[in-house]
């Protein structure tokens, strides 16, 4: 029996269906936005602090659900007191615990570092290695903080799928998955490999600052042209200036205009900032 439908009522519209994407415009659409935070983030680099491989594979493994600021702070007394692999991993557990537990789950990290320095004194000579088959199999250490050892201490290309990097891969419509190991492989099809490293830094750069995970500044994005999410959050240019965070948040100007100016000084400039506010 046919449905009747009351005089003057429209007829329910219909979104037409979004007309899919082929590959090589999937690709060109990504390497815009890379380009456009490229030309946003000059200054993106690694937020955790370090002066060789040993330092970034612990502050790495420390990062897990903390901040990289916090991090930072921790780690400045850590290796003040443990420099070297060897050194750490004669440490009493009870020290490294007092020092570590600002960082939350400070039990569970200070068994991995300590087991961590272990492997890398008894196989490696103290030292950290420099392929990703071997980095994961040691204590702590996944693909995702092998890629940030690879690409930051050792300049071999790699991606680096966190929190932030996964959420706007898939809000750029880059990849469909949650699993951080396949949104890498979708990504990797995207990019030139020089390019992975670097294309990290300001992924991260731009979910801290704008993309944010409840409330993303669209409004302020300087990628909404080439966003498929573009008016998920605040599109109000004014409103979504509001929500910037860190260098780009408002009464922040000068630490930007020095970050921009100064971008081979970028690690140094942001670890001063971060003194001046603790």
Request: charged content about 25%.
């Given at each position: 029996?046919?449905?009747?439908?009351?005089?003057?009522?429209?007829?329910?519209?219909?979104?037409?269906?979004?007309?899919?994407?082929?590959?090589?415009?999937?690709?060109?659409?990504?390497?815009?936005?890379?380009?456009?935070?490229?030309?946003?983030?000059?200054?993106?680099?690694?937020?955790?602090?370090?002066?060789?491989?040993?330092?970034?594979?612990?502050?790495?493994?420390?990062?897990?659900?903390?901040?990289?600021?916090?991090?930072?702070?921790?780690?400045?007394?850590?290796?003040?007191?443990?420099?070297?692999?060897?050194?750490?991993?004669?440490?009493?557990?009870?020290?490294?615990?007092?020092?570590?537990?600002?960082?939350?789950?400070?039990?569970?990290?200070?068994?991995?570092?300590?087991?961590?320095?272990?492997?890398?004194?008894?196989?490696?000579?103290g030292e950290v290695p420099g392929r990703l088959e071997d980095l994961v199999t040691l204590p702590g250490v996944g693909r995702k903080t092998a890629n940030v050892v690879l690409g930051n201490a050792f300049g071999i290309?790699?991606?680096?799928?966190?929190?932030?990097?996964?959420?706007?891969?898939?809000?750029?419509?880059?990849?469909?998955?949650?699993?951080?190991?396949?949104?890498?492989?979708?990504?990797?099809?995207?990019?030139?490999?020089?390019?992975?490293?670097?294309?990290?830094?300001?992924?991260?750069?731009?979910?801290?600052?704008?993309?944010?995970?409840?409330?993303?500044?669209?409004?302020?994005?300087?990628?909404?042209?080439?966003?498929?999410?573009?008016?998920?959050?605040?599109?109000?240019?004014?409103?979504?200036?509001?929500?910037?965070?860190?260098?780009?948040?408002?009464?922040?100007?000068?630490?930007?205009?020095?970050?921009?100016?100064?971008?081979?000084?970028?690690?140094?400039?942001?670890?001063?900032?971060?003194?001046?506010?603790?």
């Amino acid at each position: 029996m046919a449905i009747s439908r009351s005089a003057g009522a429209a007829p329910a519209r219909v979104a037409a269906p979004r007309p899919a994407e082929s590959l090589l415009a999937l690709k060109r659409r990504a390497r815009r936005i890379n380009k456009a935070l490229a030309e946003k983030y000059p200054y993106a680099h690694a937020e955790l602090d370090f002066r060789n491989p040993f330092e970034l594979v612990v502050a790495t493994v420390l990062s897990a659900q903390t901040t990289d600021v916090l991090v930072n702070q921790v780690t400045k007394i850590l290796f003040a007191r443990y420099p070297d692999a060897r050194a750490m991993s004669e440490a009493e557990p009870a020290e490294l615990e007092a020092i570590l537990q600002p960082t939350g789950f400070f039990r569970a990290k200070t068994k991995n570092v300590l087991a961590l320095s272990h492997r890398l004194v008894d196989e490696y000579n103290g030292e950290v290695p420099g392929r990703l088959e071997d980095l994961v199999t040691l204590p702590g250490v996944g693909r995702k903080t092998a890629n940030v050892v690879l690409g930051n201490a050792f300049g071999i290309p790699g991606i680096t799928v966190d929190t932030h990097f996964g959420r706007l891969a898939r809000r750029f419509g880059w990849t469909e998955s949650e699993d951080p190991v396949q949104v890498e492989h979708d990504v990797a099809e995207l990019f030139e490999p020089k390019d992975w490293t670097m294309l990290s830094h300001r992924v991260v750069f731009h979910g801290r600052r704008v993309c944010h995970s409840r409330k993303p500044a669209c409004g302020a994005c300087p990628v909404a042209n080439w966003c498929p999410s573009y008016g998920l959050g605040e599109t109000d240019p004014g409103k979504a200036a509001k929500l910037l965070k860190y260098e780009l948040a408002p009464g922040n100007e000068a630490l930007l205009a020095q970050l921009l100016a100064e971008t081979h000084r970028a690690a140094e400039i942001r670890m001063e900032s971060q003194r001046r506010l603790t």
